[in-house]
């Protein structure tokens, strides 16, 4: 992932992580594209985000595959098939866990052929590792491209994502609070008494600026 664009060049980007890992990495999709403008880029992430996915104008194609277990791979072995076409060249793994590792084992090729950023041992752009403690997870992302000599924007370009909401009659500034977390896992969610005070003071702040 140098940099160099090769007009039949494969890149496989997995993310299968949750919907705001998603969101939270399509700074890093859009640096990319950015970089490769004529390679054949593919997402591989979860079922559940395939129509949101599907919008994104970086990826040529998505392909969906559920977060295995490492240790079930049979069934990874028929999805690292499916996928081969977009392993050729090189990949990106958006994330630190072990799923790419298991996938590249599972379809039968070679680390030393197979350009990699991300946590999967013997890749050819290994990411950064220990992050920072002040880093955020875009950083953390930003910091394992720019490994592979691509940097990633401050923010990505939503202008494609739009959709008509008029029949929810909407007033022009709006803010939508949406609580809610992975269940499984306690320490990202914040206590309901905390969604309200943030709803109050937006209230607040909004009432002092109408006229």
Do not use: N
Not at 1 to 19: C, F, K, N, P, S
Not at 24 to 31: E, I, M
Not at 70 to 84: E, Q
């Amino acid at each position: 992932m140098d940099g160099h664009h090769h007009e039949h060049e494969r890149i496989l980007v997995i993310r299968l992580g949750a919907l705001g890992d998603l969101v939270l990495c399509a700074p890093a999709f859009q640096a990319i594209r950015a970089a490769h403008p004529r390679a054949k880029i593919a997402l591989l992430t979860q079922p559940a985000w395939m129509g949101f996915a599907g919008l994104m104008p970086w990826f040529d194609t998505v392909i969906s595959d559920k977060r295995p277990p490492g240790i079930r791979y049979r069934r990874m072995a028929r999805s690292a098939g499916t996928h081969s076409r977009f392993w050729a060249d090189q990949g990106l793994r958006s994330s630190g866990q072990d799923a790419p590792k298991h996938y590249i084992l599972a379809s039968g090729r070679p680390f030393e052929r197979f350009e990699w950023s991300g946590a999967a041992g013997m890749g050819s752009h290994p990411r950064v590792w220990p992050p920072r403690p002040e880093w955020h997870f875009a950083d953390f992302i930003g910091a394992q491209l720019q490994a592979a000599s691509i940097t990633v924007p401050a923010a990505a370009d939503w202008s494609w994502l739009d959709a008509p909401v008029d029949s929810l009659a909407l007033p022009e500034k709006f803010v939508l609070l949406i609580p809610g977390c992975s269940p499984t896992r306690l320490d990202k969610r914040w206590p309901p008494a905390r969604y309200a005070a943030l709803a109050r003071d937006l209230y607040a702040r909004a009432s002092r600026r109408s006229p």
